[in-house]
């Protein structure tokens, strides 16, 4: 772990944030404190979605204390989805196909290959007492009833990465970004996403709530949301969920 992060592993667990959350409200427990599990019995992703969680992959979560508004805490979802991606390249190689998806889903031959959950609660000051950064990463297996297309290191590359390994290569780099973040704001973030995501003009469908949206992207915003053309003009989205027109052939 690097300086001010600190590992308790767990052979099977509910939840990594669930455990993590407890940690934290009940047990005050430091900002760099890590839960990670081999298996997790009640994993769980954005929209209180069922995360698979067979022995394999990598079930990680992290607790930061930013101390700052929760409109700002947000911008650290996009945190985790680099850090995934820096650390998976440096272990296959710079040059797997790896890019990202908005908000915070990292894809490989445009098959989504890891996810991340943020939860914050609030201090009596108003400010974020506390954000669990959750994430997975599909290393050997993957759900295969998704709607949005998934894999996993294993089925793409024909690869096995150690799980201990992949662990700490993430925390090292998502420590290195919050880092940044705290210290030169969410430029730097918004810039190193834009490196490796959506391709400017490409055609995004966008459900949000109850309303779809469609139109060809334009941009992250400097708050982190995505901006898309629409008949309408351009359109700031702060929360949904992105599909491609085609989410099976072609480049990101």
């Not at 427990?29 to 979605?49: D, I, M, N, Y």
């Not at 790896?98 to 609030?122: F, H, Q, T, V």
Request: net charge negative; hydrophobic share 40%; aromatic share 8%.
């Amino acid at each position: 772990m690097p300086d001010g992060y600190s590992l308790v592993a767990f052979d099977t667990i509910g939840s990594t944030n669930d455990e993590l959350k407890q940690r934290a409200i009940q047990a005050n427990a430091p900002e760099g404190s890590v839960v990670w599990a081999l298996e997790q019995t009640s994993g769980k992703g954005r929209q209180k979605r069922n995360w698979e969680s067979v022995p394999g992959n990598m079930y990680c979560s992290v607790l930061l204390r930013p101390n700052c508004d929760m409109a700002e805490a947000a911008q650290i979802g996009f945190l985790p989805v680099i850090a995934a991606g820096e650390a998976l390249a440096g272990l296959l190689g710079n040059a797997a196909p790896l890019r990202y998806k908005w908000p915070n889903d990292l894809l490989l031959n445009r098959k989504k290959i890891s996810g991340a959950l943020l939860e914050a609660g609030a201090g009596q000051n108003g400010l974020a007492a506390w954000v669990i950064v959750g994430c997975g990463i599909n290393l050997a297996h993957y759900p295969d009833d998704t709607r949005f297309p998934a894999t996993s290191v294993r089925h793409e590359l024909n690869q096995n990465i150690e799980i201990g390994d992949m662990v700490s290569a993430y925390v090292r780099n998502l420590a290195n970004w919050y880092g940044r973040w705290q210290e030169e704001g969410f430029e730097p973030v918004r810039a190193a996403w834009l490196t490796s995501a959506h391709k400017f003009d490409e055609p995004l469908i966008v459900e949000s709530g109850a309303e779809t949206i469609t139109g060809p992207f334009r941009d992250l915003d400097e708050n982190g949301a995505l901006v898309i053309d629409t008949d309408n003009g351009p359109r700031r989205i702060a929360a949904g969920d992105v599909y491609f027109t085609d989410t099976t052939s072609g480049e990101i």
